[in-house]
């Protein structure tokens, strides 16, 4: 089931942040999500909802009705992306999306090349609604693909085949994508070192320009978290996830990809995803939805989780059941704890004494790279991304 929401202040009557607002100092995004699944993946824990638990009526209205009211103080120069993601965007028709994307660009005004997203299931697709998808304004699209091995599908209860997910890629770039994305999994119980192989050279041949890897995580109160409870299914074991992102590393860095962020490989720049990027670098964005969070100017907060619970909420006022304004101290930790994960690195001088001395001693343990720090960044070693958490932990931590 989907996590619960974080605790937090109530959000006035006026709206979680005053009126006029300013956004987009750093970038301005905008997030929708769509909480829809035909069913639920025993490894997810995402705010998604079956046909059994919640119905589709009417839900991209209530969405523009948040999207007018977030109009009413937030005033950002541009939005420069936007994310559809959830659940599974695509089980909405191309032109409920495109209602979406054409109301944001008329409330606040679409950047010239802005990036614009969706999420998909492999299933959800095909080459027509792929096509209308482009023709509405959708630049980019990230597919879940997961695995190549019908057993690993399998264990984390995928609906798709194991070749649809390379087609659709290929479909999507044939409708004129210009940036496609492919999400695997790794660590699944059962999986082989040559199943993940396989899995990533089949990426490289659909001809992705993104690559996501993530290793499994295996979240409290799902159907996987039961089963290895159980004792059905063994726990997800550390020295084989990092097996399996050093072969992610070398397959995709000989095909041609960059690492970028930690568990994010691109072809060039202009195939990282700037929305992400956006929010590991600190920048604004205003979620629309159920559950959905929104940072602007150092003000969270985040929307009633339940479609029905959002459909009353939007109707009688605003979504947003709770906010939180960060503190500094607060915003520099999620600053350290984000960039040190990207290429790009964090600006030594964001660390305090404390933490300049503990980078020193990190460079020396093969953790970070140290020409990179005597230029004055940040920047974790193969080895460091390995171990990224325990490198972050420690340089907030060092005394």
């Not at 409708?175 to 990533?200: K, M, Q, W």
Request: aromatic residues 8%; proline residues 7%; charged residues 25%.
């Amino acid at each position: 089931m989907p996590g619960a929401l974080p605790s937090g202040e109530p959000v006035p009557a006026t709206g979680p942040v005053p009126p006029g607002t300013p956004a987009g100092e750093h970038g301005f995004g905008v997030y929708a999500h769509v909480p829809f699944c035909a069913s639920r993946c025993g490894y997810c824990d995402f705010n998604t909802y079956t046909p059994d638990e919640a119905g589709r009526d009417g839900y991209v209205d209530q969405v523009l009705a948040e999207l007018r009211r977030a109009a009413s103080v937030v005033t950002p120069r541009r939005v420069d992306t936007v994310f559809v993601g959830g659940g599974t965007p695509t089980l909405l028709a191309p032109s409920e999306l495109g209602r979406i994307l054409a109301e944001i660009d008329r409330t606040w005004g679409l950047a010239d090349g802005a990036e614009i997203t969706t999420e998909a299931n492999p299933e959800s697709v095909d080459p027509s609604s792929l096509r209308e998808l482009r023709a509405a304004g959708f630049t980019r699209i990230s597919l879940g693909m997961q695995s190549a091995a019908p057993h690993v599908l399998k264990v984390l209860e995928r609906r798709h085949t194991p070749g649809r997910a390379v087609s659709a890629a290929l479909e999507a770039r044939d409708a004129g994508f210009d940036h496609v994305n492919l999400d695997l999994i790794y660590g699944t119980p059962g999986e082989r070192p040559e199943d993940f192989a396989a899995s990533l050279d089949a990426v490289v041949a659909a001809g992705v320009d993104h690559v996501s890897a993530y290793a499994l995580i295996v979240e409290d109160g799902t159907r996987l978290a039961t089963a290895m409870r159980k004792g059905v299914l063994p726990y997800p074991d550390d020295d084989v996830a990092a097996d399996r992102y050093l072969a992610a590393e070398r397959a995709l860095t000989a095909a041609g990809f960059s690492w970028y962020e930690v568990s994010n490989w691109a072809r060039d720049d202009a195939a990282r995803c700037r929305h992400n990027l956006l929010y590991w670098a600190g920048g604004d964005w205003w979620g629309l939805g159920p559950g959905a969070h929104s940072h602007v100017g150092g003000v969270r907060w985040w929307n009633v989780r339940h479609p029905s619970a959002y459909a009353r909420a939007v109707a009688d006022g605003w979504p947003a059941v709770g906010r939180e304004t960060l503190t500094a101290d607060e915003r520099h930790t999620e600053d350290v704890m984000l960039r040190v994960r990207l290429r790009d690195g964090l600006p030594l001088e964001h660390l305090d004494e404390a933490g300049r001395k503990e980078a020193l001693r990190q460079a020396e343990a093969g953790l970070l790279d140290p020409a990179k720090l005597e230029a004055g960044r940040v920047v974790l070693t193969l080895r460091g991304r390995l171990l990224a958490d325990g490198v972050v932990r420690d340089l907030l931590t060092a005394t």
